[in-house]
């Protein structure tokens, strides 16, 4: 089973409107941490938020918001107030147990923002 | 502060040939890692340093790819024997390491070296 599943490989969004990412993630160890990754056309790979399997409270940095549902094993990321430059590709990953540091990644999601 | 620098940016090689990638990581960071983006793909897990030690190197696609890192710093992946499939941007990574139960070490990405074999 894949380990971290992104159902959409694109998405479009008006500017300035809100959009969901979708991550849905595989894991039968008790702690783990969630990231979201932006990849521009110029191929960096920059980190934009992370979720601990422990944390209560869902994940704020700036526009972006981790909306974590435990149960569900899901970690969908909501960007507001889209901008031009968030078109790019996102990669949500997972990193299993405390002591294992390896990312396993999800295929991506491309997401054009439109003007 | 200087981030994580790959080298060569891009390398174009023939079938059969060798080749080597280097990473040079934030400057104190003793995590490092390798990773492949096949294209269109998201990343693959290859090798982990901690230190100077490879831990995990479940990732490695087969003995033709090794890796090593000296003085805790600069890493250098090896591809023996290119073939055609081993064409994808190879990225490199680095995090500081804490000890510290459920705490995150973000990975901080090089720019990627391009390889294409012909």
């Known amino acids: 089973a894949q380990k971290i599943t992104q159902t959409q490989p694109g998405m479009f969004v008006q500017e300035k409107e809100a959009v969901t990412l979708d991550c849905t993630y595989d894991?039968?160890?008790?702690?783990?941490?969630l990231f979201w990754y932006k990849q521009p056309s110029s191929g960096e790979m920059i980190f934009l938020i992370y979720?601990?399997?422990?944390?209560?409270q869902n994940a704020t940095e700036g526009r972006y918001s981790l909306n974590f549902q435990k149960a569900r094993k899901s970690a969908n990321l909501v960007i507001s107030a889209s901008q031009l430059g968030d078109s790019a590709m996102y990669f949500c990953?997972?990193?299993?147990?405390?002591?294992?540091?390896?990312?396993?990644f999800g295929k991506g999601t491309l997401l054009t923002v439109n003007p | 502060g200087a981030g994580v620098s790959q080298s060569p940016s891009n390398k174009v090689t023939e079938k059969g040939k060798d080749v080597e990638l280097r990473c040079d990581p934030i400057?104190?960071?003793?995590?490092l890692y390798w990773y492949r983006q096949r294209l269109g793909q998201g990343l693959e897990f290859l090798i982990y340093?901690?230190?100077?030690?490879?831990?995990?190197k479940s990732g490695l696609p087969s003995d033709r790819f090794s890796a090593e890192r000296t003085g805790e710093s600069v890493s250098t992946l090896t591809i023996q024997r290119t073939q055609q499939e081993d064409s994808a941007v190879y990225l490199c990574?680095?995090?500081?390491?804490?000890?510290?139960?459920?705490?995150?070490?973000?990975?901080?990405f090089g720019p990627g070296t391009r390889l294409t074999v012909l």
């Open positions: 990574a680095s995090s500081l390491v804490s000890i510290a139960d459920s705490s995150y070490n973000e990975q901080f």
């Open positions: 894991t039968s160890d008790p702690s783990y941490g």
């Open positions: 979720q601990g399997s422990y944390d209560q």
């Open positions: 990953a997972m990193r299993e147990g405390d002591s294992n540091y390896k990312l396993t």
């Open positions: 400057s104190g960071h003793t995590a």
């Open positions: 340093f901690q230190g100077n030690s490879a831990p995990d």
